[in-house]
């Protein structure tokens, strides 16, 4: 099928293509050449920038699948290594590849022990966000990260996952001043992190199970979600055939941003703020109505899902079951659930198709489980991690792939001399 484009009197057919949910697109890669015009969409909300079978969404529906899997048969049920297995490689994991996986990314828990004394030289208030991005970018200068070389890309992506958590934990555990924990070959990746994050040298850390799987569930949710901001930097990146430290260090620095990952941790301050008011939440979906007020309602809204996120309904639920098993009662829950209520119901966010997006309630699930406000982003970056890789290897991959380099269009000066 053909899309037929009349421009300045002259007609052209434009080829047409389908994804595999039937998904239409229209092929302007040579509408340049063509009809000499280019396509104008800020913010890509109308561009498809790839062909991917990683993840799929359909906004409207509010469906979440990764590799065809809809997230609600794996968050909770399938372990996060195993999902991180089924991005990159396809496939989820048969038991000896699990136990292979598994093995290989426990052996690729150390840091380099020569990015430690790093962490000494970020003030102790630095934004565990930074000192993340820069530690990872920094791996390229200690483990050899030719991106033409397969043999290092497998090595680098176990480092990535398997180091991600003691890089948070660490610097957790640098900005309060305790001693660093090291993983342990006889825990599980969420059993580790919690362990390297509490513990201390004074004596046995028995990690709760409720919290154990908690935290994978959360890193489930969190894996990949296609062409998000933080994902399409990865691709952008990599679109220059940079390594895969300095791809991924950038994801962490587009996730960083409060309209993207650093939502979550806006969420918490918004709760926090409005409970500090007297807890009346009125006042702040009225505020979130007013343009001139600067205020939004952090963890609303998204650019695809015009319906609930499906990440936020079981969050939602799940926030429930591990408070009331963890024995914790958090008056923000009730806060967040009592503001949903009131947008849901409200013409405003009904008319603009604002729904509670997948920071609303992680946030309240991470406060229960200990994790400090500005460690929520962090969270996000290390369930984001096996997504952002699995994009970075279908770019490299791609037959077709060539450096991103979108167009403008020229608004200023015309020519002058001085
Ligand atoms: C993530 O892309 C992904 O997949 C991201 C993510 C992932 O897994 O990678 O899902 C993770 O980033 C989730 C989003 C987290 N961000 C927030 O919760 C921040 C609050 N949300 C908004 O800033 C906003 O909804 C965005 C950034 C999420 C989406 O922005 P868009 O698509 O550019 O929407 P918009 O700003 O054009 O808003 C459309 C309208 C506007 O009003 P009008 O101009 O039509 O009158 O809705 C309004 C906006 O003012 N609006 C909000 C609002 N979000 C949109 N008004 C109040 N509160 C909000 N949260």
Redesign the pocket.
């Known amino acids: 099928m053909t899309a037929k484009l009349i421009l300045e009197g002259k007609e052209y057919d434009l080829p047409t293509l389908r994804g595999t949910e039937n998904e239409l697109a229209i092929d302007i890669s040579k509408l340049r050449a063509q009809t000499g015009a280019v396509t104008y969409d800020p913010?890509y909300?109308n561009t498809g920038s790839c062909q991917s079978a990683i993840t799929f969404i359909d906004g409207e529906a509010g469906i979440l699948r990764y590799r065809g899997y809809p997230i609600e048969e794996l968050a909770g049920k399938v372990p996060f290594t195993h999902v991180a297995y089924l991005l990159i490689h396809g496939e989820l994991p048969n038991a000896e590849q699990a136990a292979a996986w598994s093995e290989s990314l426990r052996g690729n828990s150390l840091v380099h022990e020569g990015l430690l004394n790093f962490f000494d030289h970020f003030p102790v208030t630095a934004h565990p966000m930074n000192i993340l991005a820069g530690m990872i970018s920094s791996m390229s200068s200690f483990y050899p990260a030719d991106s033409t070389d397969d043999a290092h890309i497998q090595q680098n992506i176990l480092r990535l996952i398997g180091q991600v958590k003691t890089l948070a934990a660490f610097s957790y555990k640098k900005s309060v001043g305790e001693p660093l924990i090291y993983p342990r070959n006889d825990l599980s990746y969420c059993a580790n992190f919690l362990r390297m994050m509490f513990a201390t040298p004074c004596g046995e850390y028995e990690v709760s199970k409720t919290m154990e799987d908690a935290l994978d569930m959360l890193l489930v949710l969190?894996a990949d979600?296609?062409q998000?901001?933080?994902?399409s930097t990865v691709r952008m990146v990599s679109s220059s055939e940079a390594n895969i430290y300095a791809s991924v260090s950038a994801g962490v620095n587009a996730l960083w941003g409060?309209?993207?990952?650093g939502?979550n941790q806006?969420?918490l301050e918004m709760l926090q703020r409005i409970e500090a008011d007297s807890g009346d939440y009125k006042k702040y979906v009225e505020m979130?109505k007013d343009?001139n007020s600067g205020f939004?309602?952090?963890?609303?809204?998204?650019?695809?899902y015009k319906n609930f996120?499906p990440r936020a309904k079981l969050l939602k639920k799940a926030a429930d079951a591990v408070l009331d098993e963890l024995g914790v009662s958090d008056p923000l829950l009730d806060i967040a659930k009592s503001l949903e209520e009131v947008a849901l119901n409200d013409s405003f966010f009904v008319e603009?198709k604002?729904y509670p997006?997948?920071?609303f309630y992680s946030g309240v699930i991470y406060r229960a489980l200990g994790i400090p406000t500005d460690m929520f982003t962090v969270l996000f970056s290390i369930g984001r991690m096996p997504g952002w890789i699995a994009h970075w290897m279908e770019m490299r991959n791609d037959p077709d792939g060539r450096i991103h380099r979108p167009r403008q269009i020229y608004t200023g000066a015309t020519l002058r001399h001085p």
């Open positions: 913010g909300g969190h979600h296609e998000n901001c933080s994902t409060p309209l993207h990952g939502a806006a969420v979130a343009k939004r309602l952090m963890g609303f809204g998204h650019r695809v996120d603009r604002l997006n997948v920071d």
